[in-house]
């Protein structure tokens, strides 16, 4: 159960979104130690503090909140605050700050995205979720490549492909418990 306290004198708007931040956090723990298929809106629910009905004001079923969960504490934030700070600099340095960082959450996170992964094979609505998250990715790392082709830095490429086998081969490393050298 999360014991986080949202501050006195908080506006309705801030109130709502602590409670959905505490929400998705819960939902990271119970997802993480349960799995997707066991953990029920009542477990999610007594983790975050809250009544179910409340999780569902905030998300329309459990398949939402996971997905919400992966958008929101997976690597894509972090993908987008990495390029749009580094967006400028070498694809030398940039590369493998960003694949370190991805095996980092990857590493803090690998039951929830074993999960994911098996979850996704069965799941119809999972999987397109994962597969939107996995593209936006893609595209956004791809757009970077392609910055550094424009730039001079590096030779033409097929910058979508070159970002899905980089951050591809770095999940299934991981996945799989392998090492990798991001140099």
């Known amino acids: 159960m999360s014991t986080q306290r949202c501050p006195n004198g908080s506006s309705r708007r801030a109130v709502a979104q602590w409670r959905r931040e505490q929400i998705l956090d819960a939902a990271l723990a119970v997802f993480g130690r ?3 298929e ?8 007594a983790e975050a503090g809250v009544t179910p009905g409340l999780i569902y004001h905030y998300f329309t079923n459990k398949n939402a909140l996971l997905l919400a969960v992966v958008a929101e504490r997976g690597f894509l934030p972090e993908l987008r605050r990495l390029l749009a700070t580094y967006g400028n600099r070498p694809a030398a340095q940039v590369l493998p700050e960003i694949l370190v960082q991805f095996r980092r959450v990857l590493t803090e996170r690998i039951e929830l995205m074993r999960i994911l992964v098996t979850g996704s094979l069965t799941n119809p609505q999972l999987h ?27 030779r033409a490429h097929d910058s979508p492909a070159v970002a899905g086998m980089l951050l591809g081969a770095t999940a299934m490393a991981r996945l799989i418990g392998r090492s990798t050298d991001p140099d």
Not at 38 to 45: E, G, N, V, Y
Request: overall charge negative; glycine content about 10%.
């Open 38 to 45: 066991a953990a029920s809106m009542k477990d999610l629910a």
């Open 128 to 154: 397109a979720g994962l597969d939107g998250i996995v593209t936006e990715a893609q595209h956004l790392l791809a757009d970077y490549l392609q910055s550094r082709v424009k730039a001079g830095e590096l």
């Open 34 to 36: 349960k799995g997707i």
